[in-house]
């Protein structure tokens, strides 16, 4: 008999996070290297039955005319990915290159749309673009005897939605699928992906800032149809560290007067971001942490800038003005330096992992103990790193 799988359609599916992700399951699956980087791969997960990594099959959309060799060639010409662990998958890309087919580019930004050479998105309104979608979406599970689907939003950031939460459609799902059928529909790409997957009892796992499954709607729509969904904006690098250190100053009674964080990076991302319109969407991402982890609001500044020859690569300096005992001011700086797809891709594999594992035990509605993977959890108050572990280990231990 054949074994029963998990679909997992990546939106973005040609990006450099997508193609690491992509490349870094079919190494680990076929143990070319250890599994640094990958929390469900820690001591603690292996007394449980976690879904094994050839449970998975991968396919996705993109907006993008690409492949995944193309993409993982380029990461190897910026020293982002390994050339002997891309030769050691290689043979496998182009059967899933197959599996991936052109995305919507609804409300994505100016930047997103000039980039796009492959979307399935002229004159549509956002309920026949969701039911191709679903189309497609079917197809692959039907072609591949899939048992389920996890769909994973890794596409570029959008701009801010219109939508906002004094309004009907934020809250009653009747209200938001109304606005479907209307030029004027206020839900982005990444919104349409998740009602997209809800719909169909599929799990959706945001992992940009972008709206997403954030409309309270979109999570009764989940429990509904006894699906999973979770996000916002996988935590990777400087707010990882934020979330690390706050509670430090918190817990110390040190009060922090000013955080400044300036971060630069080369990748296609960065030029999304570029844009102020795509850009204020993940500053506020960034931001909002600190006030909610220390209690009081201090100065705070983020900058993201683009420097193309930095490729992958990026690098975040920190400045953190703190007033100490007898109330002297003391600084403290940080430079973190690190690959984006590198450290963003181990976080997707460990959330689509503990996502089907969360399906075989029968939860449905947000994934709350996802939050360590998030810098924006949706509607979760906790954001220190080391509680919010805490909570992921809670769920992992209860029966």
């Avoid at 004027?184 to 800032?209: H, K, M, R, W």
């Avoid at 709206?211 to 996000?231: F, K």
Wanted: aromatic share 10%; glycine share 8%.
């Amino acid at each position: 008999m054949m074994k029963n799988r998990t679909g997992i359609w990546i939106v973005g599916a040609w990006g450099g996070v997508a193609t690491t992700v992509t490349v870094g399951w079919l190494a680990t699956m076929k143990k070319v290297v250890p599994a640094w980087g990958l929390t469900t791969e820690l001591p603690e997960f292996s007394g449980y039955e976690m879904p094994d990594w050839s449970d998975f099959h991968f396919g996705g959309c993109e907006v993008r005319a690409s492949s995944l060799a193309q993409s993982a060639e380029e990461l190897v010409e910026q020293k982002a990915l390994d050339a002997e662990i891309f030769q050691a998958v290689a043979s496998s890309l182009p059967s899933l290159d197959a599996e991936i087919v052109p995305g919507i580019l609804s409300r994505s930004g100016k930047v997103v749309e000039e980039m796009a050479d492959w979307a399935n998105d002229g004159g549509q309104t956002a309920r026949e673009k969701v039911a191709a979608m679903q189309d497609a979406m079917r197809a692959f599970v039907k072609r591949n005897q899939l048992e389920h689907l996890i769909v994973v939003n890794l596409m570029s950031t959008e701009p801010a939605s219109p939508l906002n939460s004094e309004q009907e459609a934020w809250t009653c799902w009747e209200a938001l699928d109304q606005t479907l059928d209307s030029p004027e529909c206020p839900l982005p790409a990444s919104s349409l992906y998740a009602v997209a997957a809800l719909q169909l009892g599929y799990d959706y796992i945001n992992f940009t800032p972008s709206l997403g499954a954030t409309p309270p709607a979109l999570e009764d729509l989940a429990v509904a149809n006894h699906a999973r969904m979770m996000g916002n904006d996988g935590k990777t690098g400087e707010t990882l560290m934020k979330s690390v250190l706050a509670p430090l100053f918190a817990h110390r009674h040190l009060q922090v007067m000013s955080w400044v964080g300036h971060n630069i990076f080369g990748n296609r991302d960065g030029v999304v971001l570029d844009d102020p319109r795509n850009k204020a969407t993940k500053v506020a991402s960034k931001s909002h942490l600190l006030t909610q982890i220390l209690g009081y609001a201090p100065q705070t500044l983020v900058s993201i800038e683009y420097i193309q020859s930095l490729g992958d690569w990026k690098t975040a300096w920190d400045h953190i003005h703190f007033r100490g005992f007898l109330g002297t001011p003391m600084t403290l700086q940080f430079t973190w330096q690190g690959c984006d797809s590198l450290l963003a891709a181990p976080l997707v594999l460990d959330m689509i992992r503990l996502t089907e594992w969360a399906r075989r035990r029968q939860f449905i509605g947000k994934m709350d103990f996802l939050a360590c993977f998030f810098k924006s959890p949706i509607r979760v108050e906790e954001q220190g790193f080391v509680r919010q572990f805490e909570m992921l280990e809670a769920w992992i231990h209860a029966k």
